[in-house]
T-cell receptor
Framework: GAVVSQHPSWVICKSGTSVKIECRSL??????MFWYRQFPKQSLMLMAT?????????EQGVEKDKFLINHASLTLSTLTVTSAHPEDSSFYIC??????????????FGAGTRLSVL | LAKTTQPISMDSYEGQEVNITCSHN???????ITWYQQFPSQGPRFIIQ???TKVTNEVASLFIPADRKSSTLSLPRVSLSDTAVYYC?????????????FGTGTLLAVQP
């Protein structure tokens, strides 16, 4: 149980294009989803938190117009990197938790998406 | 906000017990402490979670002192496949809502 699927696992795009990353909870209702960014040899940095049906809450320093997050259903959240530039190249990871029904809000993570912007 | 810190790396041999500590001086009163394992180019995998004292499951134990300002993940009898980065995750006090902070991570290298 508690499987989170993230797609694609890696993507290469040209500078200026937009990239969409999907995160799905396969066997539980993800009332809360999180998006993280991780640079090589560094820890995970929280970008935003989204609750189903609500606007995402972005961490300080994260541009909400650049990183569009949609959490329209209890099993799907998407992160769209708009007008990507080389400095956006990173490892993006989503996680999900059933914050309403499961105690302790354990986060279950997707496998991550490696984004390379040329 | 105080950083949630861990030793950068640890070395061990197969069959040994490994203890990894995390310092979280600013932990929120009502938040749990969670530990994750991460392999290269993969998402973190849940290991164990606790609030206070000691928690044990089939893969690890978690020791939390009374002041909750630190925690120790204990891995019994490690194997080569336990080579990975280990992170603690805590909620830190910060304004209206607690802020989830991953620790700095500890790279555990297990040798034969």
């Amino acid at each position: 149980g508690a499987v989170v699927s993230q797609h694609p696992s890696w993507v290469i795009c040209k500078s200026g294009t937009s990239v969409k990353i999907e995160c799905r909870s396969l066997d539980f209702q993800a009332t809360t989803m999180f998006w993280y960014r991780q640079f090589p040899k560094q820890s995970l940095m929280l970008m935003a938190t989204s609750n189903e049906g609500s606007k995402a809450t972005y961490e300080q320093g994260v541009e909400k117009d650049k990183f569009l997050i949609n959490h329209a259903s209890l099993t799907l959240s998407t992160l769209t990197v708009t007008s990507a530039h080389p400095e956006d190249s990173s490892f993006y990871i989503c996680s999900a938790s059933d914050s309403l029904n499961a105690p302790r809000n354990i986060q279950y993570f997707g496998a991550g998406t490696r984004l390379s912007v040329l | 906000l105080a950083k949630t810190t861990q030793p950068i790396s640890m070395d061990s041999y197969e069959g040994q017990e490994v203890n990894i500590t995390c310092s979280h001086n600013n932990i929120a009163t009502n938040d749990y402490i969670t530990w994750y394992q991460q392999f290269p180019s993969q998402g973190p995998r849940f290991i164990i979670q606790g609030y206070k004292t000691k928690v044990t499951n089939e893969v690890a134990s978690l020791f939390i002192p009374a002041d909750r300002k630190s925690s120790t993940l204990s891995l019994p009898r490690v194997s080569l496949s336990d080579t990975a980065v280990y992170y603690c995750l805590v909620g830190e006090k910060g304004g209206a809502t607690n802020k989830l902070i991953f620790g700095t991570g500890t790279l555990l290298a297990v040798q034969p």
